[in-house]
């Protein structure tokens, strides 16, 4: 894959490294890391300019993260909550309420979270899905995302033109970072829903008693 991207980026330019970190928005896999590196490499030696590989960066990260914040909006809470009415929330032991709350947490703490998310690899794709679900403000949900984004990307473009021909070992150590990044969360993850399934577990037990 990493040869692909090189070669896209080689051939188009601008336009291919916006396209590749819009395409890396929406499927996480493909490492900005090395689109964004190499990206401040190719800076040294060819005519693209460094803050034209930003700004083309950006313009292709928040393309991504609008069409995921579309696919939110097709899933509102409300659809949602339907579903857990049914089979489905009884499997899961959720209930309507939980969606309330989650919907009701990211109203108030989404600007903050869609910003700093920005940063942290997968999420900071994914977290568009909540954002058009709970309906964030078209204006606020591109504010905050292209503040991030353009921080994300700037740090990652300036670190490509330092590190020159060894920006490989930028691109490395960015992607220990994402994956120490992802077991953590993954972790976390775990661990709350074992709280939450035991917590309500013992409820639901306490009701029928």
Not at 7 to 33: V, W
Request: hydrophobic residues 50%.
């Amino acid at each position: 894959m990493q040869e692909w991207i090189i070669q896209t980026m080689n051939q188009f330019g601008y336009i291919g490294i916006m396209l590749l970190i819009a395409i890396e928005n929406i499927f996480p896999p493909i490492p900005s890391e090395v689109i964004l590196t190499f990206g401040g490499f190719l800076t040294t030696y060819t005519e693209m300019k460094v803050w034209g590989v930003i700004i083309a960066a950006t313009i292709g990260a928040v393309i991504g993260a609008l069409v995921l914040y579309g696919v939110g909006r097709f899933f509102p809470p409300e659809r949602i909550e339907g579903w857990l009415d049914g089979r489905l929330g009884q499997i899961l032991h959720f209930k309507r309420e939980d969606v309330e709350r989650a919907a009701q947490w990211f109203t108030n703490k989404g600007k903050i979270t869609v910003f700093v998310c920005r940063f942290v690899p997968i999420i900071r794709s994914l977290i568009s899905i909540p954002a058009g679900m709970t309906k964030m403000s078209m204006g606020v949900f591109l504010l905050y995302t292209t503040a991030g984004t353009f921080l994300w990307n700037t740090v990652l473009v300036h670190l490509g033109v330092f590190a020159g021909e060894s920006w490989e070992r930028i691109a490395d150590y960015v992607d220990v970072y994402a994956h120490a990044t992802l077991i953590v969360l993954i972790i976390v993850f775990v661990i709350g829903a074992i709280v939450f399934y035991k917590t309500r577990i013992a409820k639901k037990n306490k009701e029928e008693v």
